[in-house]
């Protein structure tokens, strides 16, 4: 009895590791298919002759010849390493980076396209100064592209004028770094498949694009936060920009995507802050971020979800220059009711 206790569990491992395997090489194996379908069907040949030795008088062989070659799948996954030198899309092919002298930050590489399709836009890369005195607001946006439960989180930070103008924006976008031509993955999001880029844009590109152009739902929220908190968080994002220039780093669809990254983030400037499912499933971040007092408590989350669905203005606004104005219309401000 002890014996089938131990071949069944040997053989659930087994089948984990082969599971693991296998999509670990049809991911990142080699950007030929011929040579990927190759390696996954020999690493699942090898892996069923090891299961059918253990269950037919040759475990110990079995198992020894499956944990060297697991070993030995383990040792290149651990070597594998992320790279700041692809030919990127162009939407993510340049790095954002910021300086701070005295209280003005210089954004370099600020996204500016004008896009009018998919694959037609016109390229803007900028430099662009922000005089930290004049940081007066934060809005969380979330861009709905597969049902309730999933969306794209893309935090803007707003500027005033000394001279009155209108509210200058800058969106901070968390994104996998794909190389040219390559598609979107969740699973391979898993598997070391994507770069992760932060990307400083402005918000007729980061949010009109999706709007406009992939034809996503967006909500906007006011964020209540301190204004030195909301600083922090502001330099929290270039510092991490900054550093992926250095380090560049693996995109992970769990641990290192456009809401857990934020999530770490908030957490070093205010607190521990509560976990919850809402931060994977982030189409409910809302609810998440009113529960912990972060939205305007004089409405509820549905009543905030209705003020602040903005796709039908933004698309409306278009390429509009009072773009950010223009969604923002009817959305109450911070603690005023109406």
Same mark, same amino acid.
Not at 30 to 59: N, Q
Not at 87 to 114: C, H, K, Q, S
Not at 296 to 316: F, K, N, Y
């Given at each position: 009895?002890?014996?089938? #206790? =131990? ?11 082969? &599971? ?18 190759? =390696?996954?069907?020999?690493?699942? $040949?090898? @892996? ?15 198992? #020894? ?8 799948? /383990? ?22 980076? =910021? ?6 930050? !210089? ?21 662009? +100064?922000? %005089? ?5 607001? /934060? %809005? ?22 000394? +001279? ?8 901070? !976008?968390?994104? #996998? ?10 699973? @391979? ?6 770069? /992760?880029? #932060? ?5 007729? %590109? ?10 996503? %739902? ?36 769990? &641990? ?14 205010? @607190? ?21 007092? =972060?939205?305007?408590?004089?409405? *509820? ?6 003020? @602040?669905?903005?796709?039908?203005? $933004? ?9 950010? $104005? ?10 005023? *009711?109406?």
């Amino acid at each position: 009895m002890t014996d089938l #206790i =131990g071949k069944f569990a040997a053989s659930a491992i087994l089948i984990a590791m082969l &599971t693991w395997g296998s999509a670990a090489l049809w991911y990142k194996l080699s950007d030929s298919r011929a040579w990927t379908r190759a =390696g996954v069907a020999a690493w699942l $040949a090898f @892996g069923f002759a090891a299961l059918i030795g253990l269950w037919s008088g040759a475990a110990a062989f079995a198992a #020894i010849a499956f944990a060297l070659a697991s070993l030995a799948l /383990l040792v290149w996954w651990w070597r594998l390493r992320p790279s700041n030198t692809r030919i990127w899309n162009d939407d993510v092919a340049r790095m954002t980076t =910021g300086a701070l002298a005295e209280n003005v930050l !210089t954004i370099e590489n600020v996204r500016n396209f004008d896009w009018r399709s998919r694959s037609e836009y016109a390229q803007r890369w900028e430099t662009r +100064t922000y %005089d930290l005195d004049r940081l007066c607001s /934060l %809005d969380m946006v979330l861009s709905y592209w597969a049902g309730p439960a999933i969306a794209h989180t893309l935090v803007s930070f707003g500027f005033d004028s000394a +001279t009155g103008a209108a509210v200058e924006h800058l969106v901070f !976008t968390v994104e #996998i770094r794909r190389r040219r031509g390559q598609l979107f993955s969740e699973i @391979g999001g898993f598997f070391k498949m994507y770069e /992760l880029s #932060i990307v400083a844009a402005t918000e007729r %590109d980061a949010i009109r694009v999706r709007t406009n152009v992939r034809g996503e %739902d967006d909500l906007l929220f006011r964020v209540r936060m301190a204004p030195a908190q909301r600083r922090s968080l502001l330099l929290a994002y270039v510092d991490a920009a900054n550093r992926l220039v250095d380090k560049p780093r693996f995109y992970n669809t769990i &641990t290192a995507n456009c809401t857990t990254i934020i999530y770490q983030m908030v957490t070093r400037i205010v @607190g521990r802050l509560p976990l919850s499912h809402r931060l994977l499933l982030s189409g409910y971040l809302p609810e998440y971020v009113h529960a912990i007092g =972060g939205l305007d408590a004089s409405h *509820t989350v549905p009543e905030l979800r209705r003020l @602040g669905r903005i796709t039908e203005r $933004a698309r409306q606004a278009d390429a509009s220059d009072d773009f950010s $104005a223009a969604i923002r219309a009817g959305i109450p401000m911070l603690g005023v *009711t109406g």
